[in-house]
Each structure stands twice: as structure tokens, then as C-alpha cells.
């Protein structure tokens, strides 16, 4: 871009068009975004177009709220102050969810109750997850484009301990342990991730790393965009196959942005360096998966395949 706003293109090799390349930009962030609040809505439902039917009365075509109760829900399981399931009880008069994130929020966990996971959101809000990618770009852009774990790590903990922040009353298990370490163990934070060897290894965890790899890509680095991502993986979870997945997963989003014959190829090869033993499948049924990396990752291949 000039001095005058206006674009101005080269044409080195394997670097496309900047209005191009802008374009996808703006077209990952926005889909991000519109994406999350569109399926919202349905996390955690395993009943397929049935049971979205039967609570919203037919396919989600628009916005919608999530229906403040949800048969099956196992939120009032949790822990709330850890990985998990867990007690509903406060630890020394504190409450992780509540009292130190998601302020206001506690109620929704009642073992008495029955909650949609982000029941307190309104249509075509974005969820906790979501609203962390904006303090992530944020943080990106006040460092230059560069991502800085410890610049992101303090807006992290700024963003999730402050009331108001976001209105999500799900926040996931990577959450709750860091800031359950934070709080009663008084770890600092950096040393604050953890995983339950469970609920922590998770398809949600690639959300970060995806902002990371796309200013990564958008200067057109692809070594660094990759080990980028994975630092960026390590900031809020303790995961070293995250870690290894958002490597890969970045490959395939810097392919995505300069790619100019499709990407089945950039997909293959994400396939294999996820450790799949079979290549996407653009011609299969839609397939629905719990959260898991090794069972979500490749059903989301496939869907990019697809469509």
C-alpha cells in the first residue's frame, strides 16, 4: 500500500496480488467471526438437524440466541475451578468462574439446572473464544505485526480478569486451570497452563494459533508463521500436540492465502503431518465429531475438501 492509500502490486513468484491476498484476509476474519456467532447456538449438540429442529424450530438459518436450556448439558457437571468435572463449591470463599473470570456468570454452572453452555449471549454475539481473537489481533497490531507471547499474555489475563469483558458464561478448561493456578497457587503466569490430559488437547485450541498464522502469512513468512502459531498455542494451554497442530495447521492457512490452483495438496500434506492415514475426502457425508484433535481435526479437513 502507497504513501496515497492506494495499492501497489508485484509480482515476485508464489506471491499473489495484494487487493487478493487482502481480500482472503478480510474473508477469514470476517468468516471467523460470523461463523462462531452463527454456530453458537448448536455447540455441544449431538443430535444433529433433529434436535436443532426441535429447539429453534427448524435449521439456523440467521442469528439466533442460544435457548436457555439444553437437555443433556453437562455444564452443571464442571469444575469450576479446574479441568473438568468438579465441585460447584467455592474454595476459600472463591469461585474461578464467577468470582475471577466470566464475572457474574457462576449461576449458569448450578448443578440444579440444565444450562445451554452460552445461554447469557444474545444473537450473533461472539463467544469467549472469539471475543480472545480480537484481544489477540489487538496485540498483534500494537507489536507491528509481530506476535509477542508476553505482550498477549497480559492482555490476557487483563481481558479475562476484568468484569464486563465479554458475556459468555462458558469458558472452557484451559481457562479454568490457568487462572486456577493463578489464583491459588500463585503461579505466574506464564507458568499458568496446564491440561487434564482430557478436555485441554482440544479442536477449540486452534482458534488463537489461527490469528497468529494469518499475520504470519499475510507477509508471506511461512517458517516462522508455523512456530509463531504453536507459541501462540502455549499461552493459554499446556499441550505439546496443540502445539504440534498448530504448526501444521498454519502450513495450510499460509496455502489457503497464496494459493492460486486450489489446495488440495497444501490439504494432503496437513493430512500427513497431522499423522492421518487418509486424505480428505471431498466427497463424503458431513461428518459431526466431539472436540478431540484426533477425531475433530480430520472431519474439519474433510469439510474444507468439501466445500
Known sequence: ?????????????????????????????????????????????????????????????????????????IMNKSNLNGGGRGSFRKIDGVSIIGDVINHGKREYWDPARSVHYHASLKAGESTLEVQLVRVLMRSIVANGGIFDPNHFREAYVKFMTTPGSHNDAYASTC???????????????????????????????????????????????????????????????????????SSTWSDLIHASLHGTDGIEDALNRAAKGFGMRQKPRANGRDEMSACYLEGSVPTLLDMIAKY
Not at 500500500?1 to 496480488?17: D, K, Q
Not at 487487493?19 to 468468516?31: K, N, T
Open 175 to 245: 481457562h479454568r486451570m490457568f487462572f486456577a493456578n493463578r489464583t491459588f497457587k500463585k503461579l505466574p503466569p506464564e507458568q499458568c497452563p496446564d491440561n487434564d490430559s482430557h478436555n485441554v488437547d482440544t479442536i477449540d485450541g486452534l482458534i488463537l494459533p489461527t490469528i497468529t498464522a494469518l499475520a504470519y502469512a499475510a507477509k508471506n513468512e511461512a517458517d516462522a508463521g508455523a512456530g509463531e502459531a504453536s507459541r501462540t498455542a502455549a499461552v493459554t494451554r499446556r499441550s505439546a500436540v496443540l502445539e504440534m497442530y
Open 1 to 73: 500500500i502507497g504513501s496515497n492509500g492506494a495499492h501497489t502490486c508485484s509480482y515476485a513468484p508464489n506471491i499473489i496480488m495484494v487487493p487478493v491476498l487482502e481480500s482472503r484476509l478480510r474473508g477469514a476474519l470476517w468468516g471467523l467471526f460470523a461463523g462462531d456467532a452463527l454456530a453458537s447456538p448448536t455447540h455441544w449438540y449431538y443430535g444433529g438437524p433433529s434436535q436443532i429442529a426441535s429447539d429453534y424450530g427448524g435449521p439456523i438459518t440467521t442469528y439466533v440466541q442460544p435457548i436457555p436450556h439444553m437437555a443433556g448439558s
